[in-house]
């Protein structure tokens, strides 16, 4: 459902999918190539949000934020039931299922939030950070296996996005699929 508040309506690029059972509300805009999946939630009431391109929002992930516009760069993935209430993700980054990222915290790019990590309210973490745990800690650099992970899928996004506007995901195979014998 997509629905307008507070007089202002969510915009959003012709070349996004957005699921029919997502929830976008008020002041948001998705920028190209975007997929946003069943259950997510982006609620731009108290202020608004901001999604660059090949955005991959997964299913049931809360996207709020406030009192600042919450800012989520290009080539981002946002894993299963994710609640992101941040101030900004940057270009390149990868959040976990289920972490959850509070008010005002800011992400650099090039960085991996782990699974079920909590990054605290107003913490900021540098480009090219691997941040596991709870509270989030700063772990190292994201090894060239988690970048790949970052890096591969927003280059297929497009053909994603195709096929579920299609109706033919099932079709569809990811590249980095093996095939079963």
């Known amino acids: 459902m997509i629905k307008s508040f507070d007089g202002k309506t969510p915009r959003i690029a012709e070349s ?3 699921d029919e059972s997502a929830y976008i509300m008020g002041d948001v805009e998705i920028g190209e190539n975007c997929i946003v999946f069943p259950g997510a939630v982006l609620r731009g009431d108290f202020a608004g ?3 660059g391109h090949n955005v991959w929002i ?16 290009n080539d981002v ?6 609640v992101v209430n941040c101030h900004r993700l940057g270009n390149n980054v990868l959040v976990g299922m289920s972490a959850t990222l509070l008010h005002e915290a800011e992400i650099g790019n090039d960085c ?16 090219n950070s691997f941040v596991v745990g709870v509270p989030g800690k700063i772990r190292g650099n994201p090894t ?3 970048l790949s992970w970052i890096r591969r ?11 579920y ?3 033919k995901f099932q079709q569809f195979v990811f590249p980095t699929t093996r095939a079963r014998e």
């Open 165 to 167: 506007k299609a109706g």
């Open 77 to 82: 993935t946002i894993g299963h039931g994710a």
């Open 58 to 73: 997964e299913d049931n992930c809360a996207i709020h934020c406030g009192p600042r516009d919450l800012i989520i760069g």
């Open 49 to 51: 949000i901001r999604i």
């Open 153 to 163: 899928d927003p280059e297929k996004y497009p053909q994603f996005v195709k096929a």
């Open 112 to 127: 991996v939030i782990g699974a079920a990590t909590l990054v605290g309210e107003g913490v900021k973490i540098p480009d």
């Open 16 to 18: 996004a999918y957005i």
């Open 144 to 146: 060239e296996k988690q």
